[in-house]
């Protein structure tokens, strides 16, 4: 099926900001009193609230709290970003800028709210590029379940088909794959998986190389 629609993760593939997640995850569970390694963090990239928490707890105990730890990492990131901002990935704006010059749908599909989502776009002048933006919050079920997915598409007025998904985690690739999206994996924290491998159309060095990934 002809791709007439692109839908991206932000965090990790748009916006370099996955690292600031994980460094905040991290030490806001520290400023509880809980270990969280890399892994830890990495493992629950894009996961919606309760799967994170109930991840969270298998590996911490019930005694981690995570509300209050979540929101000590929101404090943490939100003083951070107010005093240094955020960056774009490099080649994202010269990848949105073709994207839309060739005529294709763009859609955002992130854990982030949009109010904020849209706050850091714009900072960067990467808002405009986005014909919609959906969050985790707008549907019942976050990542790795399909539905944001499914209705970023259906926003765009088209079939999950016809759309290329650009993710960068695990739990965003399941997510993509199973609304049916050709899922191009562009590698931010991690590498794909011999797990992962199957579930993708291909995988990108680097934003720019989604163009001829994606054929576009």
């Not at 997640?21 to 629950?44: K, Q």
């Not at 709290?65 to 901002?85: H, P, S, T, W």
């Amino acid at each position: 099926m002809k791709t007439k629609g692109i839908i991206s993760d932000m965090d990790g593939v748009i916006l370099d900001t996955e690292k600031l997640y994980v460094r905040f995850w991290r030490e806001a569970a520290s400023f509880y009193g809980f270990p969280m390694t890399l892994e830890h963090a990495l493992g629950i990239r894009s996961l919606s609230g309760k799967l994170a928490e109930e991840k969270l707890q298998g590996w911490f105990g019930k005694e981690f709290d995570y509300n209050a730890v979540r929101q000590k990492r929101i404090e943490l990131m939100d003083e951070f970003v107010n005093q240094n901002g955020v960056e774009p990935k490099p080649g994202a704006k010269a990848l949105l800028s073709y994207i839309k010059d060739n005529g294709y749908a763009l859609a955002l599909a992130t854990a982030t709210p949009v109010d904020r989502a849209g706050r850091y776009l714009k900072s960067v002048e990467l808002y405009s590029f986005f014909d919609q933006i959906v969050s985790a919050r707008e549907v019942k079920r976050g990542k790795p379940a399909p539905d944001i997915y499914l209705c970023a598409a259906k926003r765009l007025g088209l079939d999950p088909k016809e759309c290329i998904a650009l993710e960068d985690s695990q739990n965003g690739i399941r997510s993509a794959f199973a609304a049916g999206c050709k899922t191009i994996m562009v590698p931010d924290l991690d590498q794909p998986t011999e797990e992962i491998m199957p579930l993708l159309f291909g995988v990108a060095n680097g934003l720019e190389d989604v163009i001829n990934i994606g054929k576009l």
